[in-house]
C-alpha cells in the first residue's frame, strides 16, 4: 500500500510590530527571519517527493507556501478551510488574547455570540479539508 505523507506547516515568523494577534487579519507579511526559516524548510524538504502545496488565504501562510512550492515548480492551491481560527480578535493587542487564556475566560458563550469559531468546529473543518486534500493527491508511486 503506498503511503501519501501531508506536512503541516504553518508559516515562517512574519511582522507585527505592534504585538497584535493577527488572526484571520489582512498583512503580517514574512520577516526576513521568516523567510530565511522558509529557505531552511525547503532546504529539508528538498528531497521529499512533494506534488501539491496548499494555504490559506492568510498573507503570511501564502508567502510562505509560495517560497516552499517555487522549490517544487509547483503552483500553490488556497483553500480558505486553512484558515485561523474565526473570531473577534483579529487586531487585538497580543496581550489581551493571552490574558483571556491564561484565565480560562477566552472560550466562554460572550466570545463565541461575538463570532469566535468553537474549537471542535475548527477541528473538523481542518480534518475535512485535509482528508480531501489526502484524497485527492494519493501517491500513485
Do not use: W
Not at 88 to 96: A, K, L
Request: aromatic share 8%.
Amino acid at each position: 500500500m503506498k503511503q501519501t505523507t501531508v506536512y503541516l506547516i504553518r508559516h515562517g515568523m512574519y511582522e507585527n510590530p505592534d504585538h497584535l494577534n493577527p488572526g484571520r487579519s489582512p498583512g503580517f507579511p514574512l520577516s526576513s527571519l521568516g523567510k530565511q526559516e522558509v529557505v531552511t524548510l525547503a532546504t529539508l524538504l528538498s528531497q521529499e517527493p512533494i506534488s501539491a502545496v496548499f494555504s490559506s488565504p492568510i498573507l503570511r501562510t501564502r508567502e510562505t507556501a509560495e517560497m516552499l512550492a517555487r522549490n517544487f515548480n509547483l503552483p500553490v492551491s488556497i483553500d480558505d478551510r486553512l484558515s485561523e481560527v474565526g473570531g473577534p480578535f483579529n487586531g487585538v493587542p497580543s496581550i489581551d488574547v493571552d490574558a483571556l487564556t491564561r484565565v480560562g475566560k477566552l472560550y466562554t458563550k460572550k466570545y463565541f455570540d461575538l463570532g469566535l469559531e468553537p474549537i471542535p468546529q475548527f477541528f473538523q473543518r481542518m480534518d475535512d479539508c485535509l482528508k480531501e486534500i489526502v484524497r485527492k493527491n494519493k501517491r500513485n508511486t
